[in-house]
């Protein structure tokens, strides 16, 4: 009796991941994963700033007294820089100006910026991030 319990149920299980990999094949469409939902705009006053965040100038995460900042190394300020390059310029530009050079100014600001080679015409990108917090200072490209 157990047997063909079992074999009813493997029978079931195999039409069910039949159909529904049958559905997928018919519609062309692959099972992708939401990296994130938009939902839409909202018009809020905000009045954010530094000091302000918390009540009495607290810090109570320390993302403000962090000696490293919050954009820690070079890896981060080139990472950051490129999702902010792409938008603006094109990967396809902003790549071509490999290798980027990447420099610590006062400690305090990341300065990353492209390169001309020697068989490019035009000018480079600059962008520099604040280390402490991570906002961008300045987005420019030469000509």
């Not at 530094?50 to 080139?78: C, F, H, L, Q, W």
Request: glycine fraction near 8%; charge should be negative.
């Amino acid at each position: 009796m157990d047997s063909i319990r079992d074999k009813s149920i493997i029978a079931i299980a195999f039409t069910m991941l039949f159909t529904l990999f049958a559905s997928c094949l018919v519609s062309g469409q692959q099972n992708e994963v939401v990296e994130f939902v938009y939902n839409g705009t909202d018009s809020v006053e905000l009045n954010i700033e530094r000091d302000s965040i918390y009540a009495d100038g607290a810090d109570p995460y320390g993302v403000y007294s962090k000696s490293e900042g919050i954009m820690v190394n070079d890896t981060m300020a080139v990472e950051y820089a490129k999702l902010i390059l792409f938008q603006i310029y094109g990967k396809e530009q902003i790549e071509k100006q490999r290798p980027y050079s990447v420099r610590l100014l006062n400690g305090t600001v990341w300065s990353v910026t492209g390169n001309l080679r020697d068989d490019m015409e035009g000018g480079v990108f600059s962008v520099m991030i604040n280390k402490a917090d991570g906002r961008v200072l300045m987005v420019s490209h030469s000509k």
